[in-house]
């Protein structure tokens, strides 16, 4: 799909570098040490199980040949509503010299329409309390705050997954 000339397309292991560098270019959500390296197994890996899991994928927008955007879009099966689908939206991220640009926009109405396609009950996300433009963009695209968001990180570690060894 082509929104403000980017394509958005499935992530590959070639866009796992510039999917790094996005994180680190988002200043309101990133912290000294949460992003790490494009080094860090953890993203190769987490990267290669999402590309075989249909309800769970990491897609880009690209312009020009470059990664300008990115987001996760994961399909949850719920109990309640009758055994619902729901698309959840996670880390949102457009490279800061094309931010304005209707990238974000091409980005969720992409995720939107999958998520109708999938025939989803709702569309969700969360957003970081600090980042109040990212708020407004969010609602623009009709989202509403109707809950309230917590979270219990359970490793100071947060970008590493522990595995039974550890």
Not at 60 to 83: K, N, P, W
């Amino acid at each position: 799909m082509d929104g403000n000339g980017a394509t958005i397309r499935r992530a590959g292991r070639e866009d796992l570098e510039a999917i790094v560098a996005l994180y680190a270019d988002d200043e309101a959500s990133a912290r000294p040490g949460d992003v790490g390296s494009v080094a860090d197994e953890g993203y190769a890996r987490a990267l290669e199980a999402l590309a075989t899991d249909p309800d769970n994928g990491v897609y880009v927008a690209e312009l020009d040949g470059d990664v300008i955007g990115t987001f996760q879009l994961t399909f949850i099966r719920q109990l309640s509503y009758r055994g619902c689908l729901v698309a959840q939206v996670e880390s949102v991220h457009v490279h800061s010299r094309a931010r304005a640009q209707g990238v974000g926009t091409a980005m969720l109405e992409w995720a939107i329409g999958e998520a109708r396609r999938r025939g989803c009950l709702r569309i969700q996300l969360t957003s970081n309390v600090r980042r109040e433009r990212a708020h407004r963009f969010y609602e623009r695209l009709g989202f509403s705050a109707t809950h309230r968001g917590m979270k219990l990180y359970l490793s100071s570690n947060r970008g590493h997954s522990q595995s039974a060894g550890s």
